[in-house]
């Protein structure tokens, strides 16, 4: 709890934040970014960047209207 709430600030989230959630669940950055969402009450929009073509990934991104986007380099 103490690492997610540490995140959280660190980033500066609030309630009016909108969260990209594009890892998968397994991952340890997908679960940090959902415990973040949940404790600052920030939205979470998940995306499969593995199964969209590039051009839909960045529709969906604008679409949303994200504010914090977390990507982890491959």
């Given amino acids: ?3 997610v709430r540490s995140w959280a600030a660190r980033l500066g989230l609030t309630a009016a934040d909108r969260l990209s959630s594009l890892g ?5 950055t997908a679960l940090q970014d959902l415990g973040a969402a ?9 995306l499969d960047v593995r199964r969209l073509a590039r051009e839909t990934v960045l529709d969906r991104i604008a679409a949303a209207r994200l504010t ?4 982890t380099p491959t």
Avoid: F, K, N, Y
């Avoid at 949940?38 to 998940?46: D, F, R, V």
């Avoid at 914090?68 to 990507?71: I, S």
């Fill in 24 to 28: 998968s669940v397994a991952s340890d």
């Fill in 38 to 46: 949940l404790a600052t009450g920030a939205s979470l929009h998940p």
């Fill in 68 to 71: 914090a986007l977390h990507l």
């Fill in 1 to 3: 709890a103490a690492q």
